[in-house]
Structures are given as C-alpha cells and as structure tokens.
C-alpha cells in the first residue's frame, strides 16, 4: 500500500468520484432524460434517469426537503463511517482497504449529485426480457464492489483483529 495509507484513500476514493461525474455528465450532456441507448440487445441499455430516492427507490416519494436532509445526513454517517473502518485497516488488508475506499468515493459521488440536483443520475440498465435491475452509475458500482470486498472478507473470515 502507498506509505500514507490516506494518500490511499484519496487515490481511490477520487478516482471513483472523477469516474462517476465524469460519465454522469456525459449523460447529461448528450442522452436527453428517459432515452435509451441499446449496448447489448436484450440485456443492457445506457438509459438517462434522475433517482430521488435512494436504494430501489426508497424515499421516492417523499418531499424534496425531507429526501435532502435525511439522504444527507445518512450519507455523512456512513461516509464517517466507512472512514473509521479504512483508518482501523491495517496495511496488510489491502484488498479491504481498497473496498472501503471504493465505498467512501462512491458515497461522496452520489452525495455530490444530491447537493447539485437533489437527485442522482443513473444510467446503467441491466435486464433480461422484462426483468429490470434499477438503474445505477458509477458510483452505486464502486460502493457494491466496496461491499462485496468487505462481505467476502467477513466470509472467509479474513479480517482484521
């Protein structure tokens, strides 16, 4: 790992977040909203949605103010948090550094799209017939992967002491 393990952090987490709003602002400047781009027939499009809500949606409906301050405190909790987990990773965890690092820059990504729009934009439409994932972004990739690092360490109990 890098000899300050927060020169790290910042590497990764910024690559993430340069990755995220660069695509997203490709998005926005040339798919106008609701347009589909057909990559792979069948199972994915580039299609240009704005998310209000956050995971599948949730909180959706809610008022803008209320979306606002809940996704933005939640957002900073779990930032903090996953800063608290990457500072008690010790340098021989790599991997798992990497994976809340990935976390952290996507959160800070979404959570930029948050104070711009009040919403976040998605783009990455996977599906099968008429079986949809939500759509997603670069971010929400990073922050699955930083999860799925984490989930495979704790299975193969491969964590810190």
């Known amino acids: 790992m890098f000899r300050n393990k927060y020169a790290y952090l910042i590497l990764v987490a910024a690559t993430v977040v340069i990755a995220d709003q660069v695509t997203k602002a490709v998005i926005l400047k040339s798919l106008p909203l609701y347009d589909s781009l057909t990559v792979i027939p069948g199972l994915f499009d580039i299609t240009h949605i704005h998310n209000p809500g956050g995971a599948f949606g949730f909180l959706a409906d809610s008022g803008p103010g209320v979306r606002k301050l809940v996704f933005l405190f939640v957002s900073l909790m779990a930032m903090g948090l996953v800063a608290w987990f990457y500072i008690q990773t010790p340098p021989t965890h790599r991997f798992l550094a990497t994976g809340f690092a990935m976390i952290f820059g996507g959160a800070v990504g979404n959570l930029i799209d948050r ?31 930083g999860i799925g690092i984490f989930l495979l360490h704790l299975v193969l109990k491969k964590m810190p002491e």
């Open 115 to 145: 104070i711009r729009f009040g919403k976040v934009v998605d783009f990455l439409d996977f599906y099968v017939g008429r079986y949809h994932w939500p759509a997603f972004n670069v971010a929400d990739s990073a922050i699955s992967v």
